[in-house]
């Protein structure tokens, strides 16, 4: 199993920006991939982005596409989500997920792992 915990969370400004950390621990290398997911009150858990561990291989959900971006340092076994122009629609509660089989990696259900969650509020 892998053990994961988000950092990174707050109340920014819209336009402003917000990078988010998960820190991973365990067997990590069982993970094939990680990603990030978000859920809004009274909306479903929406993909948001993944990376490979090996850093090569990243996707993007389309409200997000051309803002944010994902990476990952593997000496410390970690991944980050750099969130820019940030927006009042972007508020919500942000997932980190491990998935350590080769599935599909825009589906909530193929993640075996997740963290407890931080909130990012964006205020106009």
């Known amino acids: 199993q892998v053990q994961l915990v988000e950092s990174g969370g707050g109340l920014v400004q819209a336009g402003g920006s917000l990078r988010l950390s998960c820190a991973a621990s365990?067997?990590?290398?069982?993970?094939?991939?990680m990603g990030w997911f978000r859920q809004a009150p009274g909306k479903e858990r929406e993909f948001v982005s993944s990376?490979?561990?090996?850093?090569?291989?990243?996707l993007y959900g389309d409200s997000v596409k051309g803002r944010w971006s994902i990476s990952r340092d593997n000496g410390k076994n970690t991944v980050y989500l750099q969130m820019n122009a940030l927006k009042p629609e972007d508020t919500a509660v942000y997932y980190c997920?491990?998935?350590?089989?080769?599935?599909?990696?825009?589906?909530?259900?193929?993640?075996?792992?997740w963290g407890q969650g931080t909130q990012v509020t964006v205020s106009s």
């Open positions: 997920a491990a998935k350590g089989v080769l599935t599909g990696n825009t589906l909530p259900s193929n993640y075996d792992n």
């Open positions: 365990g067997h990590t290398y069982s993970a094939y991939a």
């Open positions: 990376i490979s561990w090996s850093g090569r291989h990243t």
